[in-house]
């Protein structure tokens, strides 16, 4: 109940920056369900991955003869993608970090501007 007051007020007073309280509400959500949303993506990538790989090999079956360079492609898009789950949430410099540090960076740069 305090939280809800809390936003109300800030709400009522109005945010100085609206990047910079959109920014702040994104990160307290995020942080708040980040076990469900890895969880959610290994998931995913999981049953992608299996897709991929049956879908692979019922080509390479067909076609009676083995290409390297799909073989190459699969597994660079399988590791790109597990990469980014693993790294998701994984410390200072994450896939998540990394777009809530531009969008910071992007908000100060508009407001210096503006200032100007």
């Known amino acids: 109940m305090s939280i809800l007051l809390a936003v109300f007020a800030q709400a009522q007073a ?3 920056n609206p990047i910079t309280w959109i920014s702040g ?4 959500f995020g942080e ?5 949303f890895v969880s959610l993506g290994n998931n995913l990538y999981t049953a992608f991955a299996l897709i991929l790989i ?3 090999g019922i080509q390479v079956a067909l076609s009676s003869h083995f290409q390297p360079n799909q073989f190459a492609k699969l597994v660079l898009l399988l ?3 597990k990469a ?6 994984g410390g200072d410099w994450s896939v998540v ?16 501007r503006a200032g100007d």
């Open 25 to 28: 509400a994104v990160d307290r």
């Open 54 to 56: 049956v879908w692979t």
């Open 32 to 36: 708040s369900h980040l076990t469900t």
């Open 97 to 112: 970090h990394l777009v809530r540090y531009q969008a910071a960076y992007l908000s100060a740069h508009i407001d210096q």
């Open 84 to 89: 980014l789950i693993v790294y998701y949430a």
């Open 14 to 16: 109005g945010p100085q």
């Open 79 to 81: 590791s790109f993608g």
